[in-house]
């Protein structure tokens, strides 16, 4: 089945800081979504984003299929950013999500 | 904005007890789903279901395992007798269709004592 790999595993900012959060697949996708999950576990959803960039206030992703690899950015990070942001993907030939295996943010004040 | 719900928010349970988790899709989704997140893993695929029966299980899913979707709104997950290991939280999700935006609900974590 499809792999699923995130880059780093763990990051740590000052308030204020910008961050580049990768995630790498190893095969062709029909569906690509970024998740940060909060405190209380809850799965927020950040970007649906099969293909090309989108922006939302201050994050932005861009997936770029042909070379299978997603990057979130966070700009001017802010304590509330804190948490683990993952990866999903669904294969061209299977129903289900594939996630990575997160990255841990931790943004101090 | 719809979202998909689920029911209860926590729940505690003895060894060997069956459990019903519950979620409410949402309501023109086609495609619905159930994960699992042990404590400190990735969240893992369980189950999808469209048209009223299973469409892909992963090696999770296995016979203690059942999804139901009883009526025009509710989507089920049954465990017929939990284990300590079963002790997670499940996120249900829902899809209009293959391929789209699969939309997540809050969890329900599941503590088997």
């Known amino acids: 089945g499809i792999q699923v790999e995130q880059s780093p595993p763990d990051l740590i900012l000052q308030e204020g800081a910008n961050s580049t959060l990768r995630c790498n697949f190893s095969?062709?996708?029909?569906?690509l979504q970024w998740f940060h999950q909060n405190p209380w576990g809850q799965l927020i959803n950040l970007f649906y984003i099969p293909s090309g960039t989108k922006q939302n206030g201050r994050l932005s992703a861009t997936t770029v299929a042909t070379e299978r690899y997603s990057l979130l950015y966070i700009s001017s990070s802010q304590t509330t950013d804190s948490g683990v942001y993952f990866c999903?993907?669904?294969?061209?030939?299977?129903?289900?999500?594939?996630f990575g295996p997160g990255t841990r943010l931790s943004v101090l004040p | 904005e719809p979202e998909v719900t689920q029911t209860p928010s926590h729940q505690v349970t003895q060894m060997g007890q069956e459990v019903i988790l519950r979620c409410v899709p949402i309501?023109?989704?086609?495609?619905f789903y159930w994960y699992r997140q042990i404590l400190g893993q990735k969240v893992e695929f369980l189950v999808s279901?469209?048209?009223?029966?299973?469409?892909?299980k992963s090696e999770i899913f296995d016979d203690q395992f059942s999804v139901e979707r009883p009526d025009g709104s509710n989507f089920t997950l049954k465990i017929r007798s939990t284990k300590l290991e079963d002790s997670a939280m499940y996120f249900c999700a829902s899809s209009l269709g293959l391929g789209d935006e699969q939309f997540f609900g809050p969890g329900t974590r599941l503590t088997v004592l």
């Open positions: 095969d062709s996708v029909n569906n």
């Open positions: 309501s023109n989704h086609l495609y």
């Open positions: 999903a993907v669904e294969g061209n030939y299977g129903q289900n999500f594939v």
């Open positions: 279901f469209y048209n009223n029966e299973i469409s892909e």
